[in-house]
């Protein structure tokens, strides 16, 4: 079963207005890390937050851990065209896993 | 620029040709990945080599076969693939330390058609 799940699939927004994406996971984690793609290009890393960590910040991305509820938040705040994409959250699965586990990603399109 | 060159970017294969996908990374990063994206899937992890030993096979078909020679290469060779093997292929890297996955670094992938 799928290890990252993120909600919603798709949002759709204005240019200036804040949009949130909600990623849930299932076992305890390490970390996790949000990334973004443009269509048909390569993942682009985001950031990351460990499982000590409950909020991070980089410019205008906000991030938050909540490892009781297991989930996490992506914040990207005054929105632009350019920050369409698809964006997925990815788990490091503890007790040493060699992989990170994605999620099927939120299409956000914002509108100029 | 990531730092993660993959080559071809496009490639259209029939189901009797072998083809092989290339990665390099310039990054000094300790492992390699092999990823594919089909559409309305999640990201579904193929292959990882950690100092160059493979230490994942995620259930891949034998069609698809690594090859990491050396810790900046990685290869997928491809024979008598089938039309549902069509799909971007994304080679990642990243530093791995104390058993924790650090952020990987992406190519650009490569878009694999199969007639």
């Known amino acids: 079963s799928q290890q990252g799940e993120e909600d919603p699939q798709a949002l759709s927004i204005q240019e200036g207005e804040n949009a949130t994406m909600n990623c849930s996971y299932k076992t305890s984690i390490n970390n996790l890390q949000w990334y973004r793609q443009n269509s048909g290009r390569g993942l682009v890393h985001l950031i990351l937050?460990?499982?000590?960590?409950r909020e991070k910040h980089s410019g205008r991305l906000r991030v938050t851990l909540d490892t009781s509820k297991k989930s996490s938040s992506l914040l990207i705040t005054a929105s632009r065209a350019a920050d369409t994409a698809s964006y997925f959250c990815?788990?490091?699965?503890?007790?040493?896993?060699?992989?990170?586990?994605f999620g099927k990603g939120t299409k956000l399109t914002v509108n100029p | 620029e990531t730092g993660v060159t993959q080559t071809p970017r496009h490639l259209v294969m029939g189901m009797t040709n072998k083809k092989s996908l290339k990665c390099e990374q310039h990054?000094?990063?300790?492992?390699m990945y092999w990823y594919k994206q089909s559409a309305k899937k999640p990201l579904e992890l193929m292959f990882v080599y950690s100092l160059e030993e493979r230490v994942e096979n995620n259930s891949v078909p034998s069609r698809f076969s690594p090859e990491c020679p050396n810790s900046s290469h990685l290869f997928l060779h491809l024979h008598t693939l089938q039309p549902e093997d069509s799909a971007l292929y994304l080679c990642a890297s990243s530093h791995r330390t104390g058993g924790e996955n650090g952020e990987l670094f992406f190519g650009e992938g490569s878009r694999l058609t199969v007639l």
């Open positions: 937050i460990r499982s000590n960590e």
């Open positions: 990054l000094g990063h300790n492992a």
């Open positions: 990815a788990t490091d699965m503890e007790g040493g896993s060699e992989k990170l586990v």
